[in-house]
């Protein structure tokens, strides 16, 4: 199994990034996937979701209008357009897929790191 974000890096305020994670090794149409963050000291905190057809998304507050999670299940991947990007978006950001049929399963990426600095 391999989720693999790429997009990240360094963005100045107001700007805006597109992340990628392409998965492989599971049945990704079956599969929730979920953004997450992680600033520095602080905890991991979901950014947003998308169901595994695509048809239902959610988002944090924080990022409620500027951000948008989509789907592409013919590449097995999934993607989150961030714009008006704030100093506060700092943080590495992981892709997560999961599936809770008879148990949870679950699967994370690596991260890739997004930096907003003027």
């Known amino acids: 199994v391999q989720l693999v974000e790429s997009g990240g890096g360094l963005v100045q305020p107001g700007g805006s990034l597109r992340l990628s994670c392409a998965t492989s090794?599971?049945?990704?149409?079956?599969?929730?996937m979920r953004w997450y963050r992680q600033a520095p000291g602080k905890e991991r905190e979901l950014v947003a979701g998308?169901?595994?057809?695509?048809?239902?998304?959610n988002y944090a507050d924080s990022v409620k209008g500027r951000f948008t999670i989509s789907r592409d299940n013919a590449k097995k991947t999934v993607y989150l357009q961030m714009n008006s990007l704030k100093s506060e978006d700092t943080a590495v950001y992981y892709c997560?897929?999961?599936?809770?049929?008879?148990?949870?399963?679950?699967?994370w990426g690596q991260g890739t790191q997004v930096t907003v600095s003027s």
């Open positions: 997560y897929g999961f599936r809770s049929v008879i148990r949870l399963v679950e699967f």
């Open positions: 090794g599971f049945p990704f149409s079956g599969y929730s």
């Open positions: 998308i169901s595994s057809a695509g048809s239902s998304t």
